[in-house]
């Protein structure tokens, strides 16, 4: 049924001059094929390209370009590549600028979205959103804060708090003059997590050198080892980061790691099967790129997944099973271990 529309496609297409829009190509190469027949749409459509018969449009992004050359290079005969590189600042700028001549769909006059306030969304979008190229976001984020903006102009201000509401982000990691009290945040933690003093102090340090910008560019913001017997706080600790972090224990990606103990099944976590779907991490940090990501017992893992977190903590990132990045840039990591601790324990 689906082979006979696209024919019909093909045929409207050339009877009306017109240009067919495919949206992202290796979508478009898994969809079709069933048990039996490996025939997709894209390598339907393939032949009518390749003679001319049809005029199309596809996409993909680089690390998807790669993953379709190496599944199926002859579809790529089909097509003329031309790549789109991000914008430069002034570029995204002007483009941002454009959401003020987008249809306005409440009451009255549009809210006034002043140049500041623009730039603010951009250095922030820039600097905390690398999880998706300009200025795409951007201006969905512009354009949602125009919407239900009221009669107010948007300011600065106004953009720091949508963002903060948006990502979760504390207001200090955003707004350098915004107050930051390490002993107040250490007496936070300790009404939340008892008798682990000691854990807790290295933790808030951590965060004030966050707030001061020294963490290292390319890395999550940050990356932790907590080590203790079953039942200390170790988890409870990492639930109350996520929390002051990114404001909700929820915002926490839990993976037991004695699930991952059979060689060769840190794979699951980039690539769900041999289909090349996206992956039980990938998936989900794709999904909410602002979240603590916590491995328990990570002993417990296979050494694929020890290779697989070296490159996450030393580049923060990873490439799925179909091409797709996700960017552990703004990601918090902890890995908990109970390895040594009865040994501690006794002295």
């Not at 789109?84 to 959401?99: G, L, N, T, W």
């Not at 915004?178 to 009404?191: G, N, V």
């Not at 008892?194 to 290292?216: F, H, M, N």
């Not at 694929?304 to 703004?330: I, K, P």
Request: net charge negative; proline share 5%.
């Amino acid at each position: 049924e689906w082979q006979e529309r696209c024919q019909a496609m093909i045929r409207e297409a050339g009877e009306q001059n017109a240009i067919l829009l495919f949206g992202n190509l290796l979508e478009l190469m898994n969809v079709g094929q069933y048990s039996g027949n490996s025939e997709s749409v894209a390598s339907f459509f393939r032949p009518a390209l390749v003679r001319g018969d049809l005029v199309a449009v596809a996409e993909c992004t680089p690390a998807e370009l790669a993953v379709i050359e190496q599944r199926d290079p002859r579809i790529l005969e089909a097509f003329r590549q031309v790549r789109i590189e991000p914008p430069d600042e002034e570029a995204a700028f002007a483009m941002a600028r454009s959401v003020r001549r987008l249809p306005y769909r409440g009451r009255g006059n549009p809210p006034d979205l002043d140049d500041t306030g623009i730039r603010r969304a951009l250095a922030l979008h820039r600097r905390y959103a690398g999880y998706s190229a300009l200025p795409g976001r951007l201006i969905r984020f512009l354009d949602r804060l125009r919407q239900r903006g009221g009669t107010e102009s948007i300011r600065p201000d106004r953009i720091d708090s949508a963002f903060i509401a948006e990502t979760g982000l504390p207001p200090f990691l955003l707004d350098e003059n915004a107050p930051f009290d390490t002993e107040a945040i250490e007496s936070w933690f300790r009404k939340r997590v008892i008798g682990q003093d000691g854990a807790i102090a290295p933790v808030v340090d951590t965060i004030a050198g966050i707030r001061a910008r020294l963490t290292r560019p390319g890395k999550p913001l940050g990356s932790f080892l907590f080590i203790g017997p079953t039942g200390v706080g170790k988890t409870e600790l990492a639930r109350t980061l996520a929390e002051f972090f990114y404001g909700s224990r929820e915002r926490m990606i839990r993976l037991d790691m004695s699930e991952y103990a059979a060689p060769g099944s840190g794979t699951r976590l980039i690539a769900a099967s041999s289909t090349d779907s996206e992956g039980l991490l990938t998936a989900r940090l794709r999904d909410e790129p602002f979240s603590l990501v916590l491995l328990d017992e990570f002993e417990k893992a296979d050494d694929s997944v020890y290779d697989l977190f070296l490159q996450v903590l030393g580049e923060a990132r990873l490439t799925d099973g179909a091409g797709r990045l996700a960017d552990f840039s703004n990601a918090l990591i902890v890995l908990t271990s109970n390895l040594g601790a009865a040994d501690y324990r006794a002295g």
